[in-house]
Structure formats: C-alpha cells, structure tokens
C-alpha cells in the first residue's frame, strides 16, 4: 500500500480566491493523480503529474483553472483558481504502486467555497 | 471507450444476510478491475481487484467479487453483512496497461441491525 496525506483537510474559501492543496507520498512513484468528487458524485479525474513534466489534463480541466506542480517522486499541488461555489468538492490524490499498478488514495480535501 | 456501471443507487441488507453490489463494465482490451470503498469523510479504501487468474477474488473485510467475462460484470459479495460495511462503494475499470482509471457511479450500502 501507500501512505499519502494531504492538506488542508478542509477548507472553506470565497468566491474568485485560489487554494492549493498538497498531496505527499511516503516513498518515490512515478505517477500521481488528482481527482474531482462532487457532492453525490463519483470520481472525475482531472490530470496526471508525472514528475519533471507538464502535467496532463482530462476532457474538462485546463491549466489555467486547475494548476499542478510535480516538483519531486513524493510530492505534488493542485490548485484550484478563481474559486466559485461549482468548485465545491472533494479534491483526492492518488499514486499508482505494485505490479499490477493499483491505485491508492489520499484522505481528500473537502472544498467548500461561498 | 471504457465504462463502468452500478445500476443500483442504494442497497439494503439486513445483517447477517448476504450482499451483492452489482458492476458491469465496458472495455477494448483486457479489463483490470477494482472494488474501492468509502466511509464518510473518508479517502476511498481500496478491496479488491481482478487483474487475470482466477474469477473468485478475496478482498480485505470479508469481501469478496466474481469476475465474468461473458457477462462483463464484477460484483461485489459478502456472505454475511455487518452494520459497518454501510459505506458508498466504488467499481473501477481500467482497460489493460492504460493507466486511466474509471469509476462506476457508486452504491451507497446500509447494513441495517
């Protein structure tokens, strides 16, 4: 398995600010991931980091919105810009470990915005 | 493209009794397959996952799921349910070495004493 905590936990933020969310890993992986979960929703992912290259988005999620940064094998940031209440959700990371690639999931981060 | 179904928003078990939480999936290539579940306000846990080998997977908690090829489908069992396996539970598809994973739109399962 993987340990991989993330802050804040939560967080409630105004309309038009930015919030950054960290996301660190307990040993080095090659991918990360960041997902979307809305309220009642399932899991929507909206791109993958691998590190020292651009981050690739999902049909939906562009950079200018939704910025990371890969800067080592353990750590990464996803931040959601120019916040509105759409923007409510939980935002979860994930990296990839084992021979069989399985995914493990951070805590998340509850995202309300006013 | 590749796709995964939970066609039940909700189940209800009463415990003791067995459960089933259906998925039905759709890829191209060879399906690698995951069960994940989540408590309230938590991250998601992950089961189970059928990668190849054998249909009957065991999983942590007790669980457990069957693979059918010919049915696509994954369900998730457990011979005898617990009033704390009530969480939201997630199937998940990935279709062979693309590492995209898609997710079901969740069952929620309450385990009612």
Redesign the interface.
């Known amino acids: 398995s993987a340990v991989i905590s993330q802050k804040p936990s939560r967080d409630i933020c105004q309309r038009g600010t930015s919030l950054t969310i960290q996301c660190q890993v307990d040993s080095q992986v090659t991918m990360m991931f960041w997902y979307r979960q809305q309220p009642g929703q399932s899991l929507t992912l909206i791109a993958t980091a691998n590190q020292g290259s651009e981050a690739t988005y999902e049909s939906g999620f562009v950079i200018d919105k939704f910025p990371i940064s890969r800067p080592n094998l353990t750590f990464s940031t996803l931040t959601v810009s120019n916040m509105s209440p759409e923007d409510s959700s939980i935002y979860l990371c994930s990296v990839e470990r084992g021979f069989d690639n399985e995914q493990f999931f951070g805590p998340g981060t509850r995202l309300t915005v006013l | 493209a590749q796709s995964v179904a939970q066609p039940e928003d909700q189940v209800n078990v009463a415990e003791g009794n067995p459960l089933t939480v259906k998925c039905t999936y759709s890829v191209s290539g060879n399906p690698?397959l995951?069960w994940?579940v989540q408590y309230p306000?938590?991250?998601?846990?992950?089961l189970l996952?059928y990668?190849t080998g054998d249909n009957l997977v065991k999983g942590s908690y007790g669980f457990e799921a069957e693979f059918n090829k010919s049915q696509t489908s994954f369900h998730l069992k457990k011979p005898s349910a617990l009033v704390s396996d009530s969480a939201l539970y997630?199937c998940a598809v990935r279709d062979g070495g693309y590492?995209?994973?898609i997710?079901?739109?969740?069952t929620r399962l309450a385990v009612h004493p």
């Open positions: 690698y995951f994940y306000n938590r991250g998601l846990q992950f996952k990668i997630f590492n995209k994973l997710f079901g739109a969740g």
